[in-house]
């Protein structure tokens, strides 16, 4: 017995002898400091996208892409869209609802303003009263006039508006009413566009407060009713992408402080799978500044004829993405998916990533050849129903 | 267990050479309505296939998603929420101002005029997630739209707990 103990201590001993110095506790030190991390530096060359969760109370996590750690996350409030990332600032933006009951009791529409670096909310500004569009998670809802200053807010009453904040002065400006205008894109330093229902594009100008101090419709843009257009175009310097539900892309070039009409341009195809159309889910196009290549989620549909009601080819999964270079328009490739996609984006750096949501799942691609180098797993390195992205570059 | 691991999606959505692209769709819709929220995400006829096999008049059942009035439907489906076509669950409240569809009854071969009234303000149903689509149009044509939230609308709470599929008349 008294063998069996001496052999036990020198096992023990040996064993403590054994533990590096590095995990070792120094009595001294505890106990441990109580913090709260702030996020790194972003490394050169470093892909860290935000990742935003559909689901009811929504949320985004920010993801280093290349070796799928999560970073840090924030709440989106309810039905949530992606945070708003100016150029340059220490700040970035979340336009949110929240219900004081959970699911009933008052409305709360805020814009939250949250620390790059810590990702807390250091201020909000209320916007009252309420009228937040919600509903499918989908691209440019909101946006930030290219100065950074203003956040416009799609509104819905069920009447279209959109709502104005001042971010310097960080006060809700008012309402915009446009009627029949849905979506806002950015187009210039106090500007935005909207699509209408009636095929036309609207401009509206804000004065130095933010207030509209003018307006002006653009009739022909494209046939509302016979080839409506997805609102969840693309930017690329000065020019918006939309592509149509039939496979006709739609240029709109907002430089000079003017507006002009590309000539527009079919990219249909048809194959064994059948007629290629753009895909809809939530955010389907994607471009790389720097190489003028537009990503474009792909899905193939029997026909594209009408049934009694209307419509219904016009908003299947992903299962190519296709790649444009924008400038000749040709084709590039087409790029087969590893599985069904609500939503493609692209990193703007010269080594880009194309990061493709399944809702599950986040897979990525070489951008540059179509590869899939990595996946992103559910309750591994994401969670809940991915349905929007966003580059942090 | 994780809701994400109830509902399998990573295996239902991976796209296997073999199977079908309606299959696949028909794969994720089924594991959405197996217990996720999903509002307003586009997928396909959640129910249609099977019940097409076992329904004994087709397009006539309103407890499966492939019901003629549900063709233009983007939600859960109130009838398997404690509500019906036309009634919200207890609970709930219906927001007055919808979206509209016009869908072809089978049994006669007339078009409908139906109303999508989302049910309001009670926690997300999450029953028989169904998403057809069939004359859905963009936010800038909202009246035909199904991928706006129509709850806190006319006095209605915000959130979201299932639509109804009212049938308002015969399409002229």
Same mark, same amino acid.
């Given at each position: ?14 064993? =403590? ?18 913090? *709260? ?30 070796? @799928? ?48 670096? $810590?990702?807390?909310?250091? @201020? ?23 100065? #950074? ?5 799609? %509104? ?5 508006? %959109? ?26 330093? /106090? ?22 101090? @003018?307006?002006? *419709?653009?009739?022909? =843009? ?45 990219? /249909?195809?048809?194959? #064994? ?21 537009? %990503? ?26 296709? !790649? =444009? ?8 490739? /087409? ?26 799942? !986040? ?21 809940? !129903? ?8 | ?34 217990? !996720? ?83 309001? @303000? ?9 998403? $057809? ?10 009246? /035909? ?28």
């Amino acid at each position: 017995m008294k063998r069996t103990f001496f052999a036990l201590a020198l096992v023990a001993s040996m064993g =403590f002898a054994g533990v590096p110095a590095s995990a070792q506790i120094d009595p001294a030190s505890l106990p441990e400091p109580l913090i *709260t991390a702030t996020l790194p530096d972003k490394p050169d060359g470093a892909h860290w996208v935000w990742i935003a969760s559909f689901a009811n109370y929504a949320h985004a996590d920010l993801i280093d892409a290349d070796s @799928g750690t999560l970073l840090g996350s924030i709440e989106l409030g309810y039905q949530g869209l992606l945070p708003q990332l100016p150029n340059s600032a220490d700040e970035f933006y979340n336009h949110a609802v929240y219900m004081t009951r959970g699911y009933h009791g008052d409305l709360v529409e805020v814009v939250e303003i949250f620390d790059a670096k $810590t990702l807390e909310i250091k @201020g909000e500004i209320p916007i009252d009263p309420p009228k937040a569009m919600r509903g499918l998670a989908s691209s440019n809802l909101t946006t930030l006039t290219d100065n #950074d200053r203003f956040l416009i807010q799609s %509104f819905f009453t069920p009447a279209l508006s %959109f709502g104005v904040v001042d971010l310097q002065e960080r006060k809700y400006v008012g309402e915009i009413e446009t009627g029949g205008c849905a979506h806002t894109m950015a187009a210039g330093s /106090r500007r935005f566009l909207s699509l209408c229902g009636d095929g036309s594009v609207l401009t509206v100008d804000l004065d130095e407060n933010g207030a509209e101090s @003018g307006r002006e *419709t653009h009739p022909g =843009f494209f046939d509302a009713e016979g080839d409506p257009l997805h609102p969840t175009g693309a930017r690329s310097g000065d020019v918006w992408y939309f592509a149509s539900v039939r496979g006709v892309m739609h240029a709109v070039d907002t430089s000079g402080g003017g507006i002009s009409f590309q000539e527009p341009w079919t990219f /249909r195809d048809e194959d #064994d799978a059948g007629v290629w159309v753009p895909a809809a889910p939530n955010q389907h196009m994607a471009i790389h500044e720097a190489s003028g290549r537009l %990503f474009l989620l792909m899905s193939s549909v029997p026909d594209l004829e009408r049934k009694p009601g209307g419509y219904d080819f016009h908003r299947g999964f992903g299962f190519e993405t296709w !790649v =444009f270079d924008i400038e000749s328009r040709e084709r590039l490739a /087409r790029y087969k998916m590893d599985k069904a996609a609500a939503a493609v984006a692209v990193s703007q750096d010269d080594a880009p990533l194309l990061y493709v949501s399944t809702y599950s799942h !986040v897979d990525i691609y070489d951008a540059s050849t179509g590869e899939l180098t990595r996946t992103l797993n559910p309750d591994v390195e994401v969670r809940g !129903v991915l349905v929007l992205m966003q580059p942090w570059d | 267990m994780n809701w994400f691991d109830n509902i399998s999606i990573r295996a239902a959505t991976r796209l296997a050479d073999r199977t079908s692209r309606r299959s696949v769709l028909g794969s994720i819709g089924s594991a959405i309505a197996g217990g !996720v929220l999903l509002p307003l995400l586009p997928v396909d006829r959640t129910f249609a296939q099977e019940a097409a096999d076992d329904a004994a008049e087709p397009m006539q059942d309103p407890m499966q998603c492939d019901y003629w009035a549900y063709c233009s439907v983007d939600g859960w489906l109130c009838g398997c929420c404690g509500g019906s076509t036309n009634s919200c669950p207890p609970g709930s409240k219906a927001a007055p101002i919808t979206w509209t569809g016009t869908c072809q009854n089978p049994a006669d071969g007339k078009s409908y005029v139906v109303a999508y009234h989302d049910c309001c @303000g009670a926690f997300p149903c999450q029953r028989c997630y169904c998403n $057809t689509n069939e004359g859905d149009t963009m936010r800038y044509h909202p009246q /035909r739209s199904n991928s706006v939230l129509w709850c806190g609308n006319g006095g209605a709470p915000f959130g979201y707990h299932c639509t109804m599929s009212r049938i308002l008349a015969v399409a002229e």
